[in-house]
């Protein structure tokens, strides 16, 4: 199946400190990617849709300026969490859309980031 | 509103039990998927069925059946001679096709414990 790789796996960082993920769709292109933050003990919340070549979509709710996404590539989509705070801290995973057809595109996910804010 | 409800947080079992993970989804579109995925402690998503809309036969796997009911809205999922190995939380999840561009819709989880 296809797959899809985050880095880092793991950061611990200090707050007021910016932390970049990565998320790579390794053997197939896609256009659309997806950034979901699951708290402790918690489901899976959209945080936003990030396409390639355009600015991401955020979730209500979710602050652009603070987590910023850049979709530069059809395989490199990052999530920058800018001036991270003990509240930031969270698993990340992102997940990738094979294809843009208009029948169903398979999505396959990233294995996650645990950030830890100190 | 909750798209996809998971009704039950925690449930244990005793190795070699049978246990039935509830899903009962909300949509209006025609066109969707449904997804079942296991999350070890280790975090990572592990896929483990998808279906669509249009196909309502339940499906096996091993040790794991799936009971698609469009009548109801469920989408339920058995472990069946359930084992250790296991225990994980267990996360329905909803992908509708017309609306969202199929962003993933998550149920709150049921973490399932096996007793050994």
């Known amino acids: 199946g296809a797959v899809v790789s985050q880095h880092p796996s793991w950061v611990i960082c200090k707050s007021g400190t910016s932390v970049k993920i990565e998320c790579r769709s390794l053997?197939?292109?896609?256009?659309?990617m997806f950034w979901y933050r699951q708290f402790p003990k918690q489901s899976l919340m959209l945080m936003a849709t990030s396409n390639e070549g355009s600015k991401a979509t955020y979730e209500q709710g979710v602050e652009k300026d603070k987590f910023l996404i850049n979709h530069a590539s059809l395989t490199l989509s990052t999530l920058t969490v800018t001036s991270a705070h003990p509240e930031d801290s969270s698993f990340y995973i992102c997940?990738?859309?094979?294809?843009?057809?208009?029948?169903?595109?398979?999505?396959?996910f990233g294995p996650g980031t645990r950030l830890t804010v100190l | 509103a909750q798209k996809v409800t998971q009704a039950q947080t925690e449930i244990s079992v005793v190795e070699k039990e049978d246990v039935t993970l509830d899903c009962v989804y909300e949509?209006?579109?025609?066109?969707?998927?449904l997804f079942w995925y296991k999350q070890p402690p280790s975090g990572e998503l592990v896929f483990l069925i998808r279906?669509?809309?249009?196909?309502?036969q339940n499906e096996i796997s091993g040790r794991y059946s799936w009971n698609f009911q469009k009548s109801t809205s469920s989408f339920n999922f058995t472990i069946t001679a359930s084992q250790v190995v296991d225990s994980a939380v267990y996360f329905c999840a909803l992908s509708e096709h017309a609306v969202s561009g199929n962003q993933f819709y998550f149920g709150t989880g049921t973490s399932l414990t096996v007793i050994p």
């Open positions: 997940s990738a859309k094979k294809g843009a057809g208009r029948g169903y595109n398979e999505q396959f």
């Open positions: 949509t209006r579109d025609t066109t969707y998927y």
């Open positions: 279906r669509n809309s249009f196909d309502e």
């Open positions: 053997d197939f292109q896609a256009t659309t």
